[in-house]
T-cell receptor
Framework: GAGVSQTPSNKVTEKGKYVELRCDPI?????LYWYRQSLGQGPEFLIY????????DSGLPNDRFFAVRPEGSVSTLKIQRTERGDSAVYLC????????????FGNGTRLTVT | AQSVTQLGSHVSVSEGALVLLRCNYS??????LFWYVQYPNQGLQLLLK??????LVKGINGFEAEFKKSETSFHLTKPSAHMSDAAEYFC????????????????FGKGITLSVRP
């Protein structure tokens, strides 16, 4: 079956602009995670959804970052007033329950802020 | 709080040689431990996981890892490296749901790049 899909695969934007990154999880997976991977680093947790609600948003770096999952499936990560330091690969993962079930990762969106 | 330390950023081995990638963890609650692999231009794939059952865990592609609580380690090994094993490897930790009720949020190490020489 289809895996986790992330679009776009690459996004280049200017400093100060607004961007949206999309994640389509595996059908039937209730849990959805966003991670950010900077160059030379491991993925860092941003936010976790269980269904439609954000169960844990402790990894969001500041209030410029926001994510939604209105129907409990597709999720959008939104970044306002982008900064050069936001440049990274943004990874999405989904799992069947979010509790002791493996995470399935998408290929990521590479965001470059110029 | 949980953290993972992967010492060194790059390991190079000859084809057919033993692969050993080190991972040490810190956790205030019983952990689950994972190894993920990332091939160029691909997403993270689960290699294997420890979830409080057997301490020696076998994964895909001939890899295995042993959980040693006394050493807080979860090192990844493979007896004989193949060229196709060249990739980046990440160790990760999450809370043991069965004992903590916490969700599967993963904390990753910085990763180790494995190169395999012909």
């Amino acid at each position: 079956g289809a895996g986790v899909s992330q679009t776009p695969s690459n996004k280049v934007t200017e400093k100060g602009k607004y961007v949206e990154l999309r994640c389509d999880p595996i059908s039937g997976h209730t849990a959805l995670y966003w991670y950010r991977q900077s160059l030379g680093q491991g993925p860092e947790f941003l936010i976790y959804f269980q269904g439609t609600g954000a169960a844990d948003d402790s990894g969001l770096p500041n209030d410029r970052f926001f994510a939604v999952r209105p129907e409990g499936s597709v999720s959008t990560l939104k970044i306002q007033r982008t900064e050069r330091g936001d440049s990274a690969v943004y990874l999405c993962a989904s799992s069947y329950t979010g509790y002791n079930s493996p995470l399935h990762f998408g290929n990521g969106t590479r965001l470059t802020v110029t | 709080a949980q953290s993972v330390t992967q010492l060194g950023s790059h390991v190079s081995v000859s084809e057919g040689a033993l692969v050993l990638l080190r991972c040490n963890y810190s956790s205030s609650v019983p952990p689950y431990l994972f190894w993920y692999v990332q091939y160029p231009n691909q997403g993270l794939q689960l290699l294997l996981k420890y979830t409080s059952a057997a301490t020696l865990v076998k994964g895909i592609n001939g890899f295995e890892a042993e959980f040693k609580k006394s050493e807080t380690s979860f090192h990844l090994t493979k007896p004989s490296a193949h060229m196709s094993d060249a990739a980046e490897y990440f160790c990760a930790v999450s809370p043991d749901f069965q004992q903590t009720g916490a969700n599967s949020k993963l904390t990753f190490g910085k990763g180790i790049t494995l190169s395999v020489r012909p």
